[in-house]
């Protein structure tokens, strides 16, 4: 089964405390893995897209990389701004839908 | 402004009463989907269109209809919602199939 497996659940950090999160997916051919940030009460904010392994994307703190099995985002020095929900999704080769994992919940105290 | 338009953003119905959400891009996009959003389990897919005329069920079709007549409209049927419908719903749009989303701001249904 098609199957994307977002870690950790939560994520409380310091602010200017590097972390990363985990997007791990078992699915039938990749043909595209996307991050979206999605703030309470609104719809999600697209950030990146990847298409193959070894491939990696830069917007302000955070940087996003892809392998054959699993993608991370690097939140670099983060800012209370930054806190949200990072939602994961992976297109699949067959069938032209769109999976999302579960989400982190991510956290960010001054 | 480039933007996804969902109607309404509230919604509260009774068991059986038919109703229609609707959703309305105006980038010109050719792929458009629902997605249900409950907590826990993220965001599903419900129904998806590649173009006019062509759609196709997502993850979890069941109880949802969708008709795309127009290239920018994309709405979302329920013909006998039940309380298992309870959700935050969200329709999307995209250039092509995999490239990025553009979401809408959510309609959060409440079937009793």
């Known amino acids: 089964e098609d199957q994307v497996t977002q870690s950790p659940e939560a994520l409380r950090l310091q602010e200017g405390e590097s972390s990363s999160l985990n997007c791990s997916y078992t699915?039938?051919?990749?043909?595209?893995l996307f991050w979206y940030r999605q703030d309470p009460g609104k719809g999600p904010e697209f950030l990146f897209t990847?298409?193959?392994a070894g491939e990696e994307k830069e917007k302000e703190r955070l940087k996003a990389t892809l392998t054959k099995k699993e993608s991370f985002l690097h939140i670099t020095a983060p800012k209370p701004e930054d806190s949200a929900t990072y939602l994961c999704?992976?297109?699949?080769?067959?069938?032209?839908?769109?999976?999302f994992g579960a989400g982190t919940i991510l956290r960010v105290k001054s | 402004e480039a933007q996804v338009t969902q109607n309404p953003r509230y919604l509260i119905t009774v068991t059986g009463k038919k109703l229609t959400v609707t959703c309305s891009q105006n980038?010109?996009?050719?792929?458009m989907s629902w997605y249900r959003q409950d907590p826990g389990l993220g965001l599903r897919q419900i129904y998806y269109s590649m173009n006019v005329e062509v759609t196709d069920k997502g993850d979890v079709p069941e109880g949802y209809k969708v008709s795309r007549k127009e290239k920018r409209n994309f709405p979302l049927i329920l013909e006998s919602p039940s309380p298992n419908q309870t959700s935050l719903y969200f329709c999307a749009s995209s250039f092509m199939a995999n490239t990025e989303a553009f979401f809408g701001q959510g309609t959060r249904l409440t079937v009793v």
């Open positions: 999704a992976v297109f699949m080769e067959y069938g032209n839908k769109l999976v």
């Open positions: 980038m010109n996009h050719e792929y």
């Open positions: 699915v039938s051919g990749l043909r595209g």
């Open positions: 990847l298409y193959s």
